[in-house]
């Protein structure tokens, strides 16, 4: 699969738009993947470019070369970026303003785990709607093995998708757990062999690009509000958005290609 370096973002992100998918790629091969800062700096600038492009439909995010996912935040740079407390913020801001816009980044998200996904690795998946991995994959947070604390902001997410014990057990014991293991959990959504991962996320990328955009989109946002306390909820977000799915051409192709048994053609209009 063939990427290019989006200008003004570091190379260390490969990205790709093809049949209606975006692509990002963390390319640090070296480290496993592991994030700088530069490729916390520039997610954002990827996602917003996506986010422009009506013709990207879903966005998949993975490991370059194959071998591993995110082995978290490049160490190396760890001295020269977070060794005093302006340098703890800036990064601190870069790596919050990443996690958040791919969180809330309006249009589905899947990631595709290969080999290590470690730390902030699994930060980045907890961030996408969909997570499939490899048998082989590997996952762990090892911050209390190496003296790190987690805000709250950067917590809660994980915490809302596997519950407060396991994830107390996961930083307690900062081992390292199998696809398996996260599935049980219910980190993980599939489980697939190695040979077959690329085949089996491009079947469900195709599947959700041919579906509805607006009742993806409302799906989305709706699932999103019912996670935050009833005071919190922002219902009439919650209605806009069903509305525009009946209001919508789309519904009307989808109701004609019922009938006519044939495939609907969705625009997201």
Avoid: H
């Avoid at 063939?2 to 790629?25: A, H, N, P, S």
């Avoid at 340098?87 to 980044?105: D, M, P």
């Avoid at 917590?155 to 107390?168: E, H, N, R, T």
């Amino acid at each position: 699969m063939d990427g290019f370096t989006m200008d003004g973002v570091t190379e260390q992100l490969v990205v790709e738009k093809k049949d209606g998918i975006g692509y990002i790629r963390f390319d640090n091969q070296a480290r496993k993947n592991a994030m700088t800062f530069e490729m916390w700096r520039d997610l954002p600038t990827v996602l917003d470019d996506f986010l422009a492009d009506d013709d990207v439909r879903v966005v998949v995010v993975s490991g370059e070369g194959g071998a591993a996912f995110c082995a978290g935040a490049d160490i190396s740079q760890f001295e020269k970026n977070r060794s005093s407390e302006e340098g703890v913020k800036i990064y601190n801001a870069a790596t919050e303003k990443a996690s958040e816009r791919l969180r809330e980044f309006p249009k589905p998200t899947i990631a595709k785990i290969e080999g290590p996904c470690v730390g902030g690795g699994v930060g980045l998946a907890t961030c996408c709607d969909i997570r499939i991995a490899e048998e082989g994959a590997i996952f762990a947070i090892p911050a209390a093995k190496l003296g790190l604390g987690y805000r709250v902001d950067g917590l809660k997410p994980f915490v809302d998708l596997i519950g407060p014990s396991y994830a107390k057990e996961i930083f307690y014991t900062a081992r390292k757990f199998t696809a398996a293991e996260m599935k049980e959990l219910g980190f993980v959504n599939r489980i697939v062999p190695k040979a077959e991962l690329d085949g089996y996320v491009a079947d469900y990328t195709r599947r959700i690009v041919e579906n509805a955009p607006l009742t993806i989109k409302a799906v989305k946002v709706v699932v999103a509000e019912s996670l935050k306390d009833d005071s919190a909820r922002d219902m009439d977000l919650c209605a806009k958005v069903v509305k525009d799915c009946f209001d919508s051409e789309d519904y009307k192709e989808g109701r004609t290609a019922f009938m006519e048994k044939r495939k609907p053609q969705f625009k997201g209009k």
